[in-house]
């Protein structure tokens, strides 16, 4: 096949209807692919879905809370159906911030973080490993956080979350490189969408965030995809167990 195309290729990405799941969804449509989606909110959802549709798009989706064991095992029913058992590229993106000092924070926030972004993820990807497999070429894509590299305030239990995701792409890309599954995690900054909204209108928040940033700025949805789709290319058919940041910088900071 083509090395920078996703033609022919099947999709999962969870959490599509906005954000950065929904550039990640059209990303991997441009580039051939056939896409499923899903999201809690029904009628953004398919909002979403009419505009992908009138462009002519191979993309389909259900509503799914992927905090719920049983929607996510229908999810994956849904999605095997459609595509004959076989799927190429699962992008676990869907999950929630929460910014609270540790003193602060409930047992709910806890278990709430731990389900949607670690367990969520965690059991979507078994769930899709015999489809993965069946595929011949499976591409998973966790969408992590710098929060799971580095200690940002107020992140305490996002950032055990996202680092718990860090190293479950590790060992998934160990125990599944045998099934010619690969496994990496996209680990972003600042990124303008609406989980971040409130943060951007705090100038004060904002400019320690700009002067920790060697590019000065936040991110772009756009910025994200590119190098979701990159990884699920044959093209990066040896990258495996990474976990790549896109920070603009920020991880390589010290004193600037
Ligand atoms: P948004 O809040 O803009 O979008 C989140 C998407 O996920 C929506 O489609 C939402 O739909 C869906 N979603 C949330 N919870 C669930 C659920 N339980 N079940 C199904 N779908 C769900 O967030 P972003 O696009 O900013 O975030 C996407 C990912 O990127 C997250 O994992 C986040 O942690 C990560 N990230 C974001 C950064 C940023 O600065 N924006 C920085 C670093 C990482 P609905 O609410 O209808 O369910």
């Not at 595929?135 to 998973?140: A, T, V, W």
């Not at 900054?189 to 989980?195: F, G, Q």
């Not at 093209?235 to 910088?249: E, F, K, L, R």
Request: charged share 20%.
């Amino acid at each position: 096949g083509d090395r920078w195309s996703l033609k022919g290729q099947t999709a999962l990405v969870t959490g599509g209807s906005r954000g950065i799941g929904h550039v990640i969804v059209e990303e991997l449509l441009e580039l051939g692919a056939s896409v499923h989606t899903c999201s809690r909110n029904k009628v953004e959802l398919d909002a979403a879905l009419i505009a992908w549709e009138a462009k002519g798009y191979k993309v389909n989706g259900s509503v799914c809370d992927v905090s719920d064991r049983s929607q996510r095992e229908n999810l994956m029913e849904t999605v095997s159906t459609a595509f004959d058992g076989m799927l190429n590229i699962l992008v676990n993106n869907a999950g929630v911030l929460l910014y609270k000092p540790t003193v602060d924070c409930s047992a709910e926030d806890f278990s709430t973080l731990m389900g949607i972004n670690v367990e969520a993820a965690f059991h979507l990807s078994q769930l899709a490993h015999p489809l993965l497999k069946t595929s011949g070429m499976g591409s998973i894509v966790f969408i992590s956080s710098i929060a799971g590299v580095v200690a940002h305030q107020g992140l305490s239990i996002y950032g055990a979350t996202k680092g718990a995701i860090n190293h479950l792409t590790k060992n998934l890309a160990c125990e599944w490189a045998k099934d010619n599954i690969r496994s990496n995690s996209v680990a972003p900054w600042y990124i303008r969408t609406s989980m971040v909204d409130d943060f951007l209108d705090n100038k004060e928040h904002m400019e320690k965030a700009y002067g920790r940033t060697p590019m000065r700025r936040i991110g772009e949805p756009r910025e994200i995809s590119s190098l979701v789709a990159f990884l699920c290319f044959p093209a990066a058919s040896y990258i495996t167990g990474q976990v790549i940041c896109v920070d603009g910088g920020l991880t390589a900071n010290g004193f600037f």
